[in-house]
């Protein structure tokens, strides 16, 4: 297939070994590849894709965020980029170890949650925009800012915002693999009928 390509990543840029997006368009022919990467009974339709290195682990293991995700996928409602290991050669060079890995972006929250673009909310780090608006995230934020939680009502109109129980166990998840790379959380949710994922 053909596809359009892009750096990605944040501080692992300045490693040698880039990741990259690959982007499918039907100006390249098609704006879907059909496959199932991650198995069988996994999804296997994709508009965006990312190769994506070890990140911030890529000194030492290359392993260590696709291993903390295998660790935990089907223990937790939780979200998550599934992966499969490759070696990557370009004209013939070897590359080296590369994860395919899902995107998470509007695609992601389609195929995964079946929010339509139109309707979605995704806010990646504190305040950058992906799809939709920052109003209601920044509301949300502002609530919490100036309501003691500590008080039932007020916990109970952030717990009908915010999927309590994934973000309790994402924050689980983080806490125990001493995760410091926190910059690339995605918060994302339906803008009519949604809470915060």
Known sequence: ?????KNHGQFSRAQAQKSVSINLKESYGSDKIYYPFFGEDELSVFENLLLRTGGQDWNYTN??????????????????????????YVNGE??????????????????????EEDDLDMIKGNNIVDSGSYAAH????????????SKQEYFDYVASQID?????NYW??????????TGNIRFYKSKTDGKWR
């Open 1 to 5: 297939f053909s596809a359009g390509i």
């Open 63 to 88: 392993l260590i965020d696709a291993y903390c995700q295998r660790v935990v996928e089907g223990q937790m409602d939780l979200d998550y980029m599934q992966d499969l290991p490759v070696a990557v």
């Open 94 to 115: 070897y590359w080296g170890l590369y994860y395919i890995r899902e995107k998470i972006n509007e695609s992601y929250a389609y195929y995964h949650q079946g929010i």
């Open 138 to 149: 920044k509301a949300l934020l502002e609530y919490i800012k100036t309501h003691d939680l």
């Open 164 to 168: 309590i129980e994934e973000w309790t």
């Open 172 to 181: 689980i998840v983080e806490s125990y693999f001493a995760n410091t790379d």
